[in-house]
């Protein structure tokens, strides 16, 4: 077995409302893993949880070589905790269920943001590879739109290929084709 990405025992609850009691998962490369329930059921708390959007109760997780134990890491520092944050939110890509592109940024600069701040690669890399993204997902003549130029379908691709502009060893997809036509999807 080769994990890359497990999870375990993840809780969470709002106020009394407890929405994820325990829930596991674990990840090889190359897995793809559906999560199906009603709405309001904590999907997307559960996939907020894993890049710790949200931070769970309780539970476990071990990704790139980091186990990240909810109730000790609940005792560090606010600076170290931002910084295993960081550290593991680097290399997971998220589509969001809402998109969440950044609305003051054209497509093309939602696309490179990471590569360039996150990761330190070059401009003129990171503006090839989104271009190439762009080109992936349809939307090249829309490069240097803003997202509320965009359809719901369009912004939805774009945060496709803003996610996979990282180059992630894992990426949460949140209803990541609710807006596309079945010609789309795949
Ligand atoms: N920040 C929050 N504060 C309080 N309650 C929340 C918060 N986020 C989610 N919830 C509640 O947690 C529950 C699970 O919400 P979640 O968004 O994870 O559901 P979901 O399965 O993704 O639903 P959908 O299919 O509609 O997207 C809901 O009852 C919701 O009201
Ligand atoms: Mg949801």
């Known amino acids: 077995m080769n994990t890359i990405f497990s999870a375990k025992g993840i809780e969470k609850s709002y106020g009394a409302v407890k929405v994820l009691r325990g829930l596991s998962v674990e990840a ?3 897995d793809v893993i559906a999560i199906i329930g009603s709405s309001g059921s904590g999907k997307s708390t559960f996939l907020r949880c894993l890049n710790l959007l949200e931070m769970p109760d309780a539970g476990r997780i071990d990704f790139a070589g980091r186990t990240l134990d909810i109730a000790q890491f609940s005792r560090l520092l606010a600076r170290e905790k931002n910084r295993q944050i960081y550290e593991h939110r680097k290399h997971i890509g998220m589509v969001f269920q809402g998109f969440n592109l950044w609305s003051a940024k054209t497509l093309l600069e939602n696309i490179t943001e990471a590569p360039i701040h996150v990761h330190k690669r070059s401009a003129k890399e990171s503006i090839q590879q ?3 993204l762009l080109e992936t997902v349809g939307l ?3 490069k240097n739109a803003y997202p509320k130029q965009l359809s719901g379908g369009q912004q939805q691709r774009g945060a ?3 996610a996979l502009a990282i180059n992630p ?3 949460l997809f949140d209803e990541p084709t609710s807006a596309l036509d079945p010609e789309l999807v795949g």
């Open 28 to 30: 090889e490369r190359g």
């Open 130 to 132: 989104a271009e190439e």
């Open 140 to 142: 090249s003549r829309f």
């Open 160 to 162: 496709i290929a803003r």
């Open 169 to 171: 060893s894992l990426i």
